[in-house]
């Protein structure tokens, strides 16, 4: 069994990341002489082992009485989980009033959290914010680009949430990937609902992000995707520009690794600070 490890973010900055583990080279056959099929293939034997670890500087930015007060940000993150699918495919969703239904893409899965650490700096004061161990056991459900979490022992707080849910969930990775067979080169526009899934925002208004299949190795589709965002999150606008680059196992069908860095700007809310950041991703 291979194992995979996404590397994501604690804020809504954005940056994640999936291995899988090392492996003899093993031959792909392409969907026709020119072209590949990058879809996952969903497994409900496997047992994911999970790594995340993400680092951000910036600044916060706060209002002030003549200008914006800006304090020095850094978060480390470092998270291990088990991850396991419980259920994909579609479900009935009946609709009031209408004779059919429409059937809506679905995710299930369980995650156990062994590991979670994250210690954050604002202003030279430092944060480490905890999940409870009564809490490590994490259901998870997509439903089309809605990313959802809880607790089977009980309700999570603001804080726990906050600590889980990651922009770039490997659930919400599947979103960027082609509907169809493509050559080398072939280069599409990403979706704007995907992206906002994926950077963990409301809503993308403008984007030019856009990817590429570059070549294809030992079995390996490599695929770079960049571009800038528009979008919002919590009712701030918020911009971001990022550039990434993922392997795709053909053979087993899973996104192998994927490492993105980026910078986002986002203004100053009702109840949250804005945020002037770089991300950085690495995955090993």
């Known amino acids: ?36 099929d990058l879809k996952m293939r969903q497994s ?14 910036g600044q916060l930015v706060l209002p002030g009485e003549t200008e914006a007060e800006k304090l020095d940000l850094e978060v480390t ?8 699918l419980l259920f994909f495919g579609e479900i009935p969703e009946a609709q009031q009033g209408a004779e059919q239904e429409e059937k809506s893409p679905s995710v299930q899965a369980a995650r156990y959290y062994d590991q979670v650490d994250v210690a954050m700096k604002i202003n030279n004061q430092e944060r480490t914010p905890l999940l409870r161990d009564q809490r490590r056991l994490i259901g998870v459900q997509r439903k089309n680009t809605i990313l959802k979490f809880h607790s089977p022992t009980g309700p999570l ?11 770039g969930d490997p659930y919400v990775l599947q979103l960027i990937l082609p509907n169809e067979p493509i050559a080398i080169g072939t280069i599409w526009q990403q979706d704007a609902s995907a992206l906002a899934a994926l950077l963990g925002l409301d809503a993308v208004g403008e984007s030019d992000v856009k990817s590429e299949l570059k070549s294809v190795e030992r079995g390996y589709a490599k695929v770079e995707f960049s571009g800038n965002i528009q979008g919002a999150t919590v009712g701030v ?41 770089t991300f950085r991703l690495k995955m090993v």
């Not at 707080?157 to 922009?167: A, G, K, Q």
């Open 1 to 36: 069994m291979k194992r995979i490890t996404p590397i994501g973010c604690l804020t809504n900055v954005l940056i994640a990341a999936a291995i899988l583990g090392s492996g003899d080279p093993l031959s792909v056959q392409a969907a026709d002489s020119n072209r590949y």
């Open 44 to 57: 409900y034997s496997e047992v994911a082992d999970v790594q995340v670890a993400y680092e951000v500087q």
């Open 77 to 84: 993150a470092n998270l291990v989980y088990q991850d396991r």
């Open 157 to 167: 707080c603001r804080e726990e949430l906050d600590l889980i849910h990651l922009p």
């Open 237 to 277: 606008a918020s911009e971001i520009a990022i550039k990434a680059r993922y392997y795709f196992d053909l053979r087993r069908g899973k996104i192998a690794s994927l490492q993105m860095v980026g910078r986002e700007r986002r203004g100053i809310g009702h109840v949250s600070p804005g945020i002037e950041a």
